[in-house]
T-cell receptor, first 115, second 112 residues
Framework: GAGVSQSPSNKVTEKGKDVELRCDPI?????LYWYRQRLGQGLEFLIY????????KSGLPSDRFSAERTGESVSTLTIQRTQQEDSAVYLC?????????????FGSGTRLTVV | GQQVMQIPQYQHVQEGEDFTTYCNSS?????IQWYKQRPGGHPVFLIQ?????EVKKQKRLTFQFGEAKKNSSLHITATQTTDVGTYFC????????????FGKGTLLTVNP
């Protein structure tokens, strides 16, 4: 596609429920990233995928968070047993292998609200 | 771990005034990137700086990378209402060439 697509754009869920967020990267972008942005804050790294290599999960805040990616396509971020502190905008980005030159292309994000 | 700090956190200017945001890293950076996030939007890549002392311009925006490659600045000349948003700097994290650590950003508001 023309850009990074994320769905849903908004999600309201009850505390304790599981949620799944989806990201469609730009075709041909081998790298995919998930970041979290709390209200008025910077971007917090969650996880990184590069092709078929093992993902860098070092930013996942707890074992309630997991993510998968099939090859170089769609990724899903799953949050189990959601807590109120999980409320944030979850941003997905993709890039070519050499992200240093061309930067990340971000999606519009999923705004998650846990009530 | 690596920290990337930005000041100021907020800046309000009258249209036509200049604006500068500063970015400082706790470690030497191989490069630095700048992003702009409009209110309600997502971050958009503006530019990357690589060389020590590098200066790049995009119309009214001037980006600088410090000689020691630990700091950077973004200067906007004669701000316009379209410049409103949060400006983030980001640097490679922990020697990685793919994972970025973002600063908390500077929110710029412009009074018309």
């Amino acid at each position: 596609g023309a850009g990074v697509s994320q769905s849903p754009s908004n999600k309201v869920t009850e505390k304790g429920k599981d949620v799944e967020l989806r990201c469609d990267p730009i075709s041909g972008h081998t790298a995919l990233y998930w970041y979290r942005q709390r209200l008025g804050q910077g971007l917090e790294f969650l996880i990184y995928f590069q092709g078929n290599s093992a993902p860098d999960k070092s930013g996942l805040p707890s074992d309630r968070f997991s993510a998968e990616r099939t090859g170089e396509s769609v990724s899903t971020l799953t949050i189990q047993r959601t807590q109120q502190e999980d409320s944030a905008v979850y941003l997905c980005a993709s890039s070519t292998r050499d992200s240093l030159k061309y930067g990340y292309t971000f999606g519009s994000g999923t705004r998650l609200t846990v009530v | 771990g690596q920290q990337v700090m930005q000041i100021p956190q907020y800046q309000h200017v009258q249209e036509g005034e200049d604006f500068t945001t500063y970015c400082n890293s706790s470690t030497t950076l191989s490069n630095i990137q700048w992003y702009k996030q409009r209110p309600g939007g997502h971050p958009v890549f503006l530019i990357q700086l690589v060389k020590s002392g590098e200066v790049k311009k995009q119309k009214r925006l001037t980006f600088q990378f410090g000689e020691a490659k630990k700091n950077s600045s973004l200067h906007i000349t004669a701000t316009q209402t379209t410049d409103v948003g949060t400006y983030f700097c980001a640097g490679p994290s922990g020697g990685s060439n793919y994972k970025l650590t973002f600063g908390k950003g500077t929110l710029l508001t412009v009074n018309p």
